[in-house]
């Protein structure tokens, strides 16, 4: 349930993607009621962004967000109000908690020190983590914009991913969820290490995982866990994500929680077209 009454937080929300998804979802499991601040056309004008003539402008994104809320939270209280400062109405009285991404944190303390200057208190920051895209590269709007990604974080190029294991002979089993979480990937087997390895089980998916990074956008690694199942560690250049373990003797059988491990951000997202029924 909600801890606090009204929840507040802004942004652009330019072409809506997965990252504004986990921000919203958030805001809604810490309000009661959610208020929204969409930037205007003219606060852009004068705080411009990269690839700005690809921005959409405030009437659609404005709609884009009304028709998501509508659709995932209808039977919630939330309004949508124009940004057109740096604070809008989050320095006015009634705000219980400002919801903050982890990009935006000293906006929320900006925030915080304008209500403590204006004679009003402090109130409480929800941060939210960065979603990861596919590549472990956060989903932003700017990414979008470039023609990098998608908006539910997938790479528009293919993406190199580099796979080592100590155990080759349970690599077709995994293949189902490699292909899945990575359509347009292209998958490299790293030579096979040496037969002594000085780490096991989880420790050791990390090692494979540097091991497969090399020449490679990903690197995967995987190692077996005893008595059964396997350890999945993902990794980029910047990002190590922690080691999964995946229970069973055939981890085909495990395609969610495969594909969970190999896809960080938050997936399905976006609520499908709903059907008549006629």
């Known amino acids: 349930m909600p801890r606090y009454g ?7 929300f330019d072409h809506l993607h997965v990252g504004h998804a986990a921000l919203l979802a958030a805001a809604f499991r810490a309000g009661r009621r959610v208020s929204v601040g969409v930037t205007t056309d003219d606060y852009l ?10 921005l959409q402008s405030f009437a659609t994104r404005r709609a884009a967000l009304a028709r998501f809320l509508a659709a995932r939270y209808r ?18 009285a009634g705000v219980d908690v400002l919801v903050v ?3 935006t944190v000293e906006g929320g303390a900006a925030v915080n020190a304008e209500r403590r200057r204006r004679g009003s208190p402090a109130v409480p920051l929800v941060v939210v983590p960065l979603v990861l895209a596919d590549d472990l590269v956060p989903v932003s709007a700017r990414r979008i914009r470039s023609g990098e990604i998608d908006r539910e974080g997938r790479r528009r190029s293919p993406i190199r991913v580099g796979v080592a294991t100590d155990e080759p002979g349970i690599l077709p089993e995994l ?8 359509p347009r990937g292209r998958f490299d087997l790293v030579p096979r290490p040496g037969p002594r390895a000085k780490s096991a089980g989880a420790p ?3 090692v494979l995982a540097a091991r497969a ?11 077996r866990r005893r008595p059964d199942g396997v350890w999945l560690c993902e990794r980029s250049v910047s990002v190590v994500l922690p080691p999964v373990a995946v229970v ?5 059988r495990h395609l969610p929680t495969l594909r969970r491990a190999l896809r960080p951000g938050e997936r399905n997202a976006f609520p499908r077209p709903r059907s008549s029924g006629r």
Request: proline share 8%.
């Open 6 to 12: 009204h929840a507040v937080l802004g942004g652009t």
């Open 45 to 54: 004008a004068a705080h411009p962004k990269p690839d700005r003539e690809r």
């Open 75 to 92: 039977r919630r209280r939330w309004r949508l109000v124009p940004l057109a400062d740096r604070f809008g109405r989050s320095v006015e």
């Open 101 to 103: 991404s982890a990009e």
């Open 175 to 182: 293949a189902p969820a490699l292909r899945a979480a990575f």
């Open 204 to 206: 050791r998916s990390r």
């Open 213 to 223: 990074l090399v020449g490679h956008d990903l690197g995967v690694g995987v190692a």
């Open 248 to 252: 069973g003797r055939s981890p085909s």
